[in-house]
């Protein structure tokens, strides 16, 4: 999980809803053709290899350069996780990045040091398209530095809506309602929430979900937190996520082979009605639509609930961004900027979404979803268009214990109680703020 979480899976999540593409181990090469006088600019694109990720930088360089045909734009790959961050890291240290690339948002942005190796945008015309969700994801002081590349996302509850259907359900707003529901599916014969232990970072969902909740009844929790002046273990809205887990063991909500199912087996569950809820991401809209297309649109999605009906609200994942090394100068500098404003336009979204399902809203006005999108992708953009949504934990802080899909798979199977759970996630923690170098710890 990125930031240490849940985005370095979507990188494999990508790859197993589509076939293995042969790539080169670092250029996919230049796309379109010169303008034939010799006078064409080309620059060099950087994204990771996921290939989902590298589907849409294509599609939409060769839409650019469709419009601007004296600029080439070569797409090149990076891998993901670690050896990818340090690779970022590396290229901007030594002045070698390409002349724009792509990257997370949020904390781990923060990270690569934008004020010192980026070119800020913040004058750029584009800049006022960007939705305001996710301009504080790529901004430092007043100055911004990166335009979305590729859709949002949530973590909430994937459900099956003709389960829901049969039995006379309503989406839950408050956690009291989901346990209601899930026992009435319990005696349907259904699993009521699904679970997939042999994939351990699916079993996160039920705490870093449950952050909007957090986050509505304490705004300023992540700023404590980052501060070491707040505890999972000790504030009582923060540990809700672990006693989430604990009470679906202990009620036996969750299918009976949790410990062994894998998240293509979760989603088959889902997607056939054997189960009916599934916290995860919206971004496995990919190998639903691979596995079992023919029952995508029986999916529906929710934001998981908490205590407040009228607090109801996503917690959401912000798209990686496009941005500029300051390295990047003179006419490359003039073709990169252009190639930002075609990005985040109507048309650049368009051509992204050729390439890429939608798992979420393009965060870019005026940018619509095509019309059949699937129902996931619909249910998390009416979230943004209500405003109804708040950050995952991850963007708005740099503290991330390791461990945490390890801890909830132990809390979830009943092998720790959800207090000692979350003492254990706070050790966890600790070690990583130290090693970060964070002051408080």
């Given at each position: 999980m990125r930031s240490r979480t849940l985005a370095k899976r979507r990188a494999a999540l990508a790859a197993a809803a589509v076939l293995p593409l042969l790539l080169s181990a670092c250029s996919a090469g230049s796309l379109g053709s010169s303008s034939g006088d010799g006078s064409a600019t080309t620059i060099k694109l950087l994204v990771d290899n996921a290939p989902d990720n590298l589907q849409a930088a294509k599609q939409l360089a060769k839409d650019f350069?469709?419009?601007?045909p004296k600029i080439r734009v070569s797409v090149e790959t990076r891998p993901g996780g670690t050896?990818?961050?340090?690779?970022?890291?590396?290229?901007?240290?030594?002045?070698?990045?390409?002349d724009v690339f792509s990257y997370n948002t949020g904390s781990l942005f923060q990270q690569i040091d934008p004020t010192k190796n980026l070119a800020p945008i913040t004058r750029d015309p584009y800049v006022k398209r960007l939705d305001?969700?996710?301009?504080?994801?790529?901004?430092v002081g007043d100055q911004t530095y990166g335009v979305p590349f590729g859709s949002a996302l949530g973590g909430g509850v994937l459900y099956n809506k003709k389960v829901y259907a049969k039995l006379g359900l309503t989406v839950p707003k408050t956690w009291a309602q989901f346990i209601a529901n899930s026992k009435k599916i319990k005696a349907a014969g259904i699993a009521p929430v699904i679970q997939t232990y042999q994939d351990t970072w699916t079993s996160q969902l039920l705490v870093l979900g449950d952050f909007h909740n957090v986050a509505a009844a304490e705004p300023d929790f992540a700023e404590k937190f980052t501060a070491n002046k707040a505890k999972f273990a000790t504030d009582a809205n923060a540990a809700k996520g672990f006693a989430y887990l604990e009470q679906i063991h202990d009620l036996k909500l969750q299918n009976p082979d949790y410990a062994s199912a894998t998240l293509v087996k979760g989603l088959q569950m889902l997607a056939t009605g054997r189960g009916a809820q599934y916290p995860m991401l919206s971004t496995v809209i990919g190998a639903i639509k691979t596995s079992n297309p023919d029952q995508l649109d029986d999916i529906g999605f929710f934001a998981l609930p908490g205590d407040d009906a009228a607090a109801n609200g996503l917690t959401a994942w912000f798209p990686n961004a496009f941005y500029v090394p300051k390295s990047t100068t003179g006419d490359k500098l003039t073709a990169v900027r252009k190639f930002l404003a075609f990005t985040a336009s109507p048309t650049g979204c368009t051509s992204q979404a050729k390439a890429s399902t939608p798992t979420g809203p393009y965060l870019v006005e005026g940018c619509t979803l095509p019309s059949d999108v699937p129902a996931i992708t619909k249910d998390v953009a009416a979230y943004f268009t209500h405003d109804a949504q708040s950050p995952a934990l991850e963007f708005l802080s740099p503290v991330k214990g390791p461990s945490l899909e390890?801890?909830?798979v132990q809390v979830g199977s009943g092998i720790t109680g959800a207090k000692s759970g979350a003492a254990l996630y706070d050790k966890d923690v600790r070690k990583q703020a130290q090693q970060l170098g964070l002051p408080g710890w």
């Amino acid at each position: 999980m990125r930031s240490r979480t849940l985005a370095k899976r979507r990188a494999a999540l990508a790859a197993a809803a589509v076939l293995p593409l042969l790539l080169s181990a670092c250029s996919a090469g230049s796309l379109g053709s010169s303008s034939g006088d010799g006078s064409a600019t080309t620059i060099k694109l950087l994204v990771d290899n996921a290939p989902d990720n590298l589907q849409a930088a294509k599609q939409l360089a060769k839409d650019f350069q469709a419009e601007n045909p004296k600029i080439r734009v070569s797409v090149e790959t990076r891998p993901g996780g670690t050896d990818g961050d340090n690779l970022i890291k590396t290229r901007l240290q030594t002045g070698s990045m390409a002349d724009v690339f792509s990257y997370n948002t949020g904390s781990l942005f923060q990270q690569i040091d934008p004020t010192k190796n980026l070119a800020p945008i913040t004058r750029d015309p584009y800049v006022k398209r960007l939705d305001k969700s996710f301009l504080p994801q790529v901004t430092v002081g007043d100055q911004t530095y990166g335009v979305p590349f590729g859709s949002a996302l949530g973590g909430g509850v994937l459900y099956n809506k003709k389960v829901y259907a049969k039995l006379g359900l309503t989406v839950p707003k408050t956690w009291a309602q989901f346990i209601a529901n899930s026992k009435k599916i319990k005696a349907a014969g259904i699993a009521p929430v699904i679970q997939t232990y042999q994939d351990t970072w699916t079993s996160q969902l039920l705490v870093l979900g449950d952050f909007h909740n957090v986050a509505a009844a304490e705004p300023d929790f992540a700023e404590k937190f980052t501060a070491n002046k707040a505890k999972f273990a000790t504030d009582a809205n923060a540990a809700k996520g672990f006693a989430y887990l604990e009470q679906i063991h202990d009620l036996k909500l969750q299918n009976p082979d949790y410990a062994s199912a894998t998240l293509v087996k979760g989603l088959q569950m889902l997607a056939t009605g054997r189960g009916a809820q599934y916290p995860m991401l919206s971004t496995v809209i990919g190998a639903i639509k691979t596995s079992n297309p023919d029952q995508l649109d029986d999916i529906g999605f929710f934001a998981l609930p908490g205590d407040d009906a009228a607090a109801n609200g996503l917690t959401a994942w912000f798209p990686n961004a496009f941005y500029v090394p300051k390295s990047t100068t003179g006419d490359k500098l003039t073709a990169v900027r252009k190639f930002l404003a075609f990005t985040a336009s109507p048309t650049g979204c368009t051509s992204q979404a050729k390439a890429s399902t939608p798992t979420g809203p393009y965060l870019v006005e005026g940018c619509t979803l095509p019309s059949d999108v699937p129902a996931i992708t619909k249910d998390v953009a009416a979230y943004f268009t209500h405003d109804a949504q708040s950050p995952a934990l991850e963007f708005l802080s740099p503290v991330k214990g390791p461990s945490l899909e390890q801890i909830c798979v132990q809390v979830g199977s009943g092998i720790t109680g959800a207090k000692s759970g979350a003492a254990l996630y706070d050790k966890d923690v600790r070690k990583q703020a130290q090693q970060l170098g964070l002051p408080g710890w």
